[in-house]
């Protein structure tokens, strides 16, 4: 008995080991044409950044997660692009964007970085995955130039909020719940009311301001006139319909930006690259294994109508 026991604890030793191991060679892995992770020194003639942002945008340090999707954390991209700006190694940054979107407030912090960088005289460039929407396009909106693949679905330039109404179901039930606030407004979205009318007129002004400040962005970034972009109603476009409507420069794949990217710098069509991987402190390896830290669990990404804030996102498209 006492060995079934000690053979128990092997196995279950070495799965854990497994899964450190796994996440640190994670967090050493990188993409990119030969590039080679970030931390090193950047060499002789310069290079070309690649810096991933992958999942949904929010205010938080990313996460790639064994067991669900990844999350953006706009916290380790600003500190990713704020090592590219202390590097003089480094020409260029190519953005390898899959998002659907993500919170207005994070997709902004990390657009301020990238135009601190771009002043530096840092070019910048966006490759579009399988995704850049909405959240994702605000961000791409600001590098000098946008690359998505033709089928890469993109723009869904507009603002949500969604709040659900259990109060029927809890009636049901015979479920009732007291409240007790501070001011009219404090339970604004609650779920176990009804929204009242001026609550309606109070969102929908948050979205409108959001929306301007979405459209602000986007004109300014792309040079296009507001009202075009208004114009788009807030629809998903694919890469080629956006390169139609002046939303992106040009199709193509990840290694075409990066050669863009090299020749706006003037290091050639197949500059060498280095990739940004983030800093990860130690005690954040087991976030992963969670599928995201404690701020994004708080979003619950996997109910987001739970989440009365402002979103920027993009519908999910698949064949």
Request: avoid cysteine.
């Amino acid at each position: 008995m006492a060995l079934k026991k000690m053979i128990g604890g092997i196995v279950v030793g070495l799965a854990v080991l497994s899964l450190v191991v796994i996440l640190l060679v994670k967090g050493a892995g990188g993409v990119g044409g030969g590039g080679k992770s970030a931390g090193l020194s950047s060499g002789d003639g310069g290079m070309v950044g690649i810096i991933e942002i992958n999942g949904m945008i929010v205010g938080d340090y990313s996460s790639t997660g064994l067991f669900s999707g990844g999350i953006a954390g706009s916290q380790t991209v600003m500190q990713q692009l704020r090592e590219v700006s202390g590097d003089p190694g480094i020409k260029a940054v190519v953005l390898r964007i899959n998002s659907p979107g993500g919170t207005p407030a994070a997709a902004q912090e990390i657009t301020d970085e990238i135009l601190r960088l771009k002043e530096s005289g840092v070019k910048v460039v966006t490759s579009m995955g399988d995704a850049a929407a909405s959240g994702a396009y605000w961000i791409a909106s600001a590098s000098d130039q946008i690359v998505a693949n033709p089928g890469t679905i993109t723009g869904s330039i507009g603002v949500i909020m969604q709040a659900q109404n259990y109060r029927g179901l809890m009636d049901k039930l015979g479920v009732y719940s007291n409240t007790i606030k501070s001011g009219a407004y404090k339970d604004m979205g609650s779920p176990e009311r009804p929204m009242s009318g001026e609550e309606k007129e109070i969102f929908q002004s948050m979205v409108d301001d959001t929306y301007r400040q979405f459209v602000e962005t986007v004109a300014q970034g792309r040079k296009i006139s507001p009202e075009k972009i208004r114009g788009l109603n807030g629809r998903v476009l694919t890469g080629r319909q956006a390169l139609e409507a002046g939303l992106v420069d040009k199709t193509g794949n990840l290694y075409d930006a990066v050669s863009l990217a090299g020749e706006m710098s003037g290091l050639g069509k197949n500059p060498r690259t280095v990739n940004m991987e983030p800093r990860k402190q130690w005690w954040r390896l087991f976030d992963d294994m969670g599928g995201g830290s404690a701020g994004a669990k708080g979003l619950n990404l996997n109910s987001l109508e739970s989440y009365y804030g402002l979103l920027l996102l993009g519908p999910p498209v698949g064949n």
